[in-house]
């Protein structure tokens, strides 16, 4: 049983825990991370989720999850990166890019980060239960993936502005990383 600190709408601890699912079901807020996984040569890793979950089975997404009752966001995702994909994240690459405020019935904050690594695909050693397999894509890939509606990948399901905004964050990365030579 996953156990999640419940938050309020200003994303401040309340003292109370539920079942993941329980939350889920009742709307309470909680706390959950994500990030995008960029290669050196500004490929961004997506994970296929695997057959069997609960939300958005078989679909193309980036690698996240819930923060445990009295885990860190920073513990969270170094726990889902090495749990998922069975790699580690130098903690200097540690920073939190923004904080989401989810506005549907799905009531979160999301802790997003973005990590470089010089990892291949071969690399990652995936846990079945959550990752069927992974892959790298471009940003411009993505963008076309979104304009082609493609409900394969989970981003397709957000908004426009939410979606864009992720991508301007991945493009200055890259350009940071690559510089002049995107």
Sequence with gaps: ??????????????????????????????????????????EILLQKRASDKRKNPNKWAKTGGQVDSG?????????????????????EQIKVLEIHKSDDE????????????????????????????????????MESIKNNNDMDYTFCKWKDEDFYREIELLKNKRKQILGDKI
Excluded: H
Aim: include cysteine.
């Design 1 to 42: 049983m996953e156990l999640v600190d419940i938050v309020d709408e200003n994303n401040k601890l309340t003292g109370q825990v539920e079942e993941r699912w329980v939350a889920y079901e009742k709307g309470l807020w909680r706390r959950v991370v994500s990030c995008w996984i960029m290669n050196k040569k500004g």
């Design 71 to 91: 885990e860190t966001v920073e513990d969270a995702i170094f726990r889902e990166v090495k749990e998922e994909i069975g790699i580690e994240i130098p903690k």
């Design 106 to 141: 799905n009531k979160r904050f999301v802790y997003d980060f973005i990590f470089i690594v010089d990892y291949k695909i071969e690399d990652y050693i995936l846990q079945k239960e959550e990752v069927a397999e992974v892959k790298y894509v471009t940003i411009e890939e």
